[in-house]
């Protein structure tokens, strides 16, 4: 046994302390030394043919200073966006947001008919089951890795 292969578990284990690696079930990521983590993501599954879904998730600032999220990344869309749906008279309207904020010690919650992040060009079929990774980026650079499963479509 090599010496890196004899100390591995080790490092992951100190990695999954400090929260870099999710814990076994993979409920709740956060990126090293951030006081931000992302948990219960899930993608809306997109009717055969369509390119756009919405993922949903909550993420929460366990640290001092306000953050907020400005931007994320994913390759199985060409464009992830931030949205939120507002009442507009008798109809709710969908439009980008610039950012996301994270009071310090508090939460977003992004939901079906609030806050959420778009893809669009989805760059093949999501089926239930399904797993669809990304990156949300904080006004600090920090970027904080997410894994959305993919659920059947619930109304909005």
């Known amino acids: 046994m090599t010496r890196l292969a004899r100390f591995a578990p080790l490092s992951l284990i100190a990695l999954a302390a400090a929260g870099v690696v999710p814990?076994?079930?993979?409920?709740?990521?956060?990126?090293?030394g951030s006081?931000?983590?992302?948990?219960?993501?899930?993608?809306?599954?997109?009717p055969a043919g369509r390119t756009v879904t919405a993922v949903f998730l909550v993420a929460e600032n366990k640290g001092k200073v306000r953050r907020s999220?400005?931007?994320?990344?994913?390759?199985?869309?060409?464009?992830?966006?931030?949205?939120?749906?507002?009442?507009?008279?008798?109809?709710?309207?969908?439009s980008p947001v610039m950012s996301i904020d994270l009071p310090a010690?508090?939460?977003?919650?992004?939901?079906?008919?609030?806050?959420h992040l778009m893809l669009f060009g989805l760059k093949?079929?999501?089926?239930?089951?399904?797993?669809?990774?990304?990156?949300?980026?904080?006004?600090?650079?920090?970027?904080i890795p997410v894994t959305a499963l993919?659920?059947?479509?619930?109304?909005m």
């Open 23 to 32: 814990a076994l079930g993979g409920a709740s990521l956060r990126a090293q």
């Open 35 to 46: 006081t931000v983590s992302a948990h219960d993501a899930w993608v809306r599954e997109a």
């Open 69 to 94: 999220i400005v931007s994320g990344k994913t390759d199985i869309a060409d464009t992830l966006e931030l949205h939120e749906m507002k009442q507009v008279g008798a109809s709710m309207q969908m």
């Open 105 to 115: 010690g508090g939460r977003a919650e992004l939901r079906p008919g609030g806050l």
């Open 124 to 143: 093949k079929p999501l089926a239930v089951g399904d797993t669809v990774k990304l990156t949300l980026t904080l006004d600090d650079g920090t970027r």
């Open 150 to 155: 993919v659920r059947r479509p619930g109304g």
